[in-house]
């Protein structure tokens, strides 16, 4: 991934929010080196920084601590017209959940290839991605699809639903 633009002064101290809580992590012994901010209208209305051996939780990265964060506090669940920045280059997982989430913008610092030296090297998993599923080094197998499928088709006639 490529940066999107070079940051602007007044985006500046969003970028130095998402550094300050990388730093403040690792020092506090939380996690890795990772922060974010969500921000909407110039205001951040979201902060995440990694948490992933502080609470024994794989997921708890800091973009979706943010996003987690921004989500809450907005009361939504997608972050339109928002504005996420990451101390680093986000990893598949919060990729996928950043455009899940849907912000206006991305800006990141350092690149993924800064973390890989860090010893944070996504490349495994953006090989895994590219294989069929009888090649994933986690043996995965389909079960029960017609079962699951009717949950989809169940959701298809549903009237209450949200989409999203």
């Known amino acids: ?22 730093n403040e992590c690792f020092e506090a012994g939380e996690g890795g080196p990772f922060g974010a901010v969500v921000v909407k209208d110039g205001v951040i209305v979201g902060r995440g920084r990694n948490m ?40 598949p997982m919060c990729f996928g959940a950043i455009y899940w989430a849907r912000p206006h913008r991305i800006y990141f610092g350092a690149s993924c290839e800064v973390a890989a030296d860090a010893g944070f090297d996504d490349t495994f998993i953006y090989e895994e991605i590219g294989k069929p599923v009888s090649e994933y080094s986690i043996p995965t197998e389909q079960h029960d699809a017609e079962l699951a499928a009717a949950t989809f088709k169940r959701w298809n006639r549903f009237e209450g639903k949200v989409k999203y």
């Open 1 to 22: 991934m490529q940066p999107l633009k070079t940051i602007r002064m007044y985006e500046k101290k969003f970028m130095e929010e998402a550094v300050r809580l990388a």
């Open 52 to 91: 992933v051996t502080a609470i024994n939780d794989p997921t708890a990265h800091a973009e979706v601590q943010a996003i987690r964060d921004a989500c809450r506090n907005l009361g939504t669940f997608q972050l339109d017209g928002c504005e996420l920045y990451a101390s680093s280059e986000p990893c």
